[in-house]
């Protein structure tokens, strides 16, 4: 092959990377915070009954916001959430923690609500960011006398165990919906978790990750529980559409497992999936009943913020205690 075809071949490689890395950025673009006269629900501070202190820390040269709920106890659970939502939309469970007897530590990864972030990266932030966090914690003199628990969703149910990886002084973890490995979950959901992005070559998407995250992608939820003698409680639903039980979730990778710390729970017809698992039964009705009547009125309109303002929020988000109850007795 002649210098010019190498040449040409070179630059057809950069320009498809370059076109992979377009669309991966537009994939995991930035989460700004929803507008509450039209959203109903626990997820505003001013809708809570209890105060908090804000903090910032920096993870990868971006700032993060965070969120500390003081209450006088010597236990921090520390609250990571799932992707394109926020911190704030995970209150109704720092709610049940606080009512609980813990002190709480939320925060929003870089591109989400207000941390700053081009962009949301990608799978593995949620690790990184959630590294950072207690790195922070670890290093604050308010905070880091406190034993450390840790609660996550989703994309924060990956981050609480795999960070394990990294941190041992790790009490207990409850991870609910989690996926077990953040460098392939793009490409095993294919088009439902990565849109466009999972028709593109996997090449460009590895070379891409693997310059965002080095060395965290290397880390997976079940090296992280298998690292650890942290105790561990592992949630997931049954008919879960975003992440597969069998196939994408930590639970799917039990036999792996050497840590004999690890508990299970599993969705059952009321809560079986990826979100739905969270709440209780009462509560998956109302808010379907909430969301049909809200359809009946025009985006932004008065009527609509009007019925929100009726809605009851503390029913809308009322939890699943069947396995917050279990969460409780692990973190107690």
């Not at 320009?15 to 995991?28: C, P, Q, R």
């Not at 090296?223 to 650890?228: A, K, L, R």
């Amino acid at each position: 092959m002649s210098f010019k075809d190498n040449l040409l071949n070179s630059a057809k490689e950069i320009s498809k990377y370059l076109a992979v890395k377009t669309v991966y950025d537009k994939v995991f673009s930035r989460v700004n915070r929803p507008n509450y006269l039209i959203t109903p629900g626990l997820i505003n501070i001013d809708r809570c009954s209890f105060n908090r202190i804000e903090l910032e820390f920096y993870s990868n040269g971006n700032k993060l916001v965070g969120y500390y709920y003081p209450n006088n106890s010597n236990k921090l659970v520390v609250v990571c959430h799932g992707l394109r939502s926020g911190a704030d939309d995970y209150l109704p469970f720092i709610n049940y923690f606080i009512k609980n007897g813990f002190d709480c530590f939320s925060f929003n990864y870089a591109g989400t609500y207000e941390s700053e972030g081009k962009n949301t990266y990608g799978m593995s932030e949620s690790l990184v960011d959630l590294d950072n966090a207690i790195r922070f914690i670890n290093n604050n003199l308010n905070l880091n006398k406190k034993e450390l628990y840790l609660f996550g969703h989703s994309w924060g149910g990956f981050a609480v165990c795999s960070v394990l990886n990294i941190h041992k002084n790790i009490k207990a973890v409850a991870s609910v919906s989690g996926f077990n490995d953040a460098s392939t979950i793009i490409i095993d959901k294919g088009v439902f978790y990565g849109g466009k992005l999972a028709e593109l070559p996997k090449k460009y998407i590895d070379k891409y990750q693997e310059e965002l995250f080095g060395n965290y992608l290397n880390y997976t939820a079940s090296s992280g529980i298998n690292s650890s003698n942290a105790k561990i409680l592992l949630a997931h639903g049954i008919f879960d559409l975003v992440i597969d039980f069998n196939y994408q979730s930590i639970i799917s990778h039990q036999k792996e497992f050497i840590n004999p710390n690890v508990k299970y729970y599993i969705g059952d017809n009321s809560n079986k999936g990826h979100d739905s698992i969270l709440y209780d039964a009462s509560a998956i009705n109302y808010q379907k009943e909430v969301k049909k009547q809200m359809k009946k009125y025009d985006d932004e309109s008065e009527e609509l913020k009007e019925y929100v303002s009726s809605i009851d929020n503390y029913k809308y988000s009322m939890v699943n205690e069947d396995l917050f109850k279990k969460i409780i007795d692990l973190f107690n």
